[in-house]
């Protein structure tokens, strides 16, 4: 093997290492900042909405097992090297020298939060910036990138673009995967809408500095609809639907 060789299979295991927690990354974002509290009943307080969106995030995404798995193999990466790149923005415990056992602790408090009762699941914890944004993975990607900049699309020939023009920029680099990519961002939107309650001020408090995207010239209540009905026609148009029969 090469020395090229040697150094790009390295960077590919770092990689592979450090994504391989990204669901204990996820879970404990809410600490980034302070370290995670050694005291149980802090950690549970601070977690209990994030934990609510991850259990509603996992009917489609990252399952609860994986994350309380992974929370299990960063305690045990800790232990043995508390430098390792797999822990890199996973915040330790407060004092350090606790962390795998907090890490365990959460890991099987968020396996136990399904059995919890509606009060304790629902009842003492609002709705946090963190909660909300798990429901959100493609606008968390799409906002900024597209429509971040004080709302303008990001393309040195779309700087003046028309809100129809920007999404349709999008479209057209997203085909022709467009079955794979746009359904679920359609959904999003009528998500956010209904999450939200049409009100325009809370969805651009959230989604202009929370997520760092916006809307362009249009308030968000016109802007999502938008969204979702130029998905539907262009998959109607260029995509037309094909269910096999028997299947």
């Known amino acids: 093997m090469t020395a090229n060789q ?3 299979h390295m960077l590919r295991r770092d990689t592979m290492e450090y994504f391989s927690l990204e669901g204990a990354r996820i879970a404990l974002a809410p600490f980034s900042s302070t370290g995670v509290p050694s005291d149980p009943a802090e950690w549970k307080r601070r977690l209990a ?10 009917k489609g995404g990252r399952s609860i097992y994986e994350v309380s798995s992974q929370l299990l193999r960063a305690a045990e990466i800790f ?19 606790r962390t795998p056992e907090v890490y365990r602790d959460i890991s099987a408090h968020i396996l136990d939060w399904g059995s919890f009762s509606l009060e304790e699941k629902y009842g003492q914890s609002h709705m946090t910036s963190h909660e909300i944004t798990l429901r ?7 906002l900024p990138i597209y429509f971040g900049q004080d709302g303008v699309a990001i393309s040195d020939d779309m700087q003046f673009a028309s809100i129809e023009e920007g999404i349709a920029m999008i479209i ?12 679920g961002l359609a ?4 998500e956010a809408l209904a ?5 325009e001020d809370a969805m651009d408090r959230f989604f202009s500095e929370v997520f ?7 308030d968000f209540t016109e802007f999502f609809p938008l969204l979702a009905q130029s998905i539907i026609d262009h998959l109607a148009t260029a995509h037309p639907p094909v269910w096999p029969k028997g299947n």
């Open 6 to 8: 040697q150094k790009k």
């Open 49 to 58: 909405s994030t934990i609510r969106g991850l259990y509603y995030t996992s």
């Open 79 to 97: 232990s043995n090297d508390p430098g390792a790149r797999a822990l890199k923005k996973i915040p330790a415990a407060v004092p350090p020298e």
């Open 136 to 142: 959100f993975p493609r606008f968390s990607q799409f």
């Open 172 to 183: 057209d680099e997203v085909h022709p995967l467009c079955m794979w990519n746009l359904p």
């Open 187 to 190: 959904a999003e939107s009528y």
């Open 195 to 199: 999450l939200f309650q049409n009100d």
């Open 212 to 218: 760092g995207g916006g809307s362009g010239d249009a």
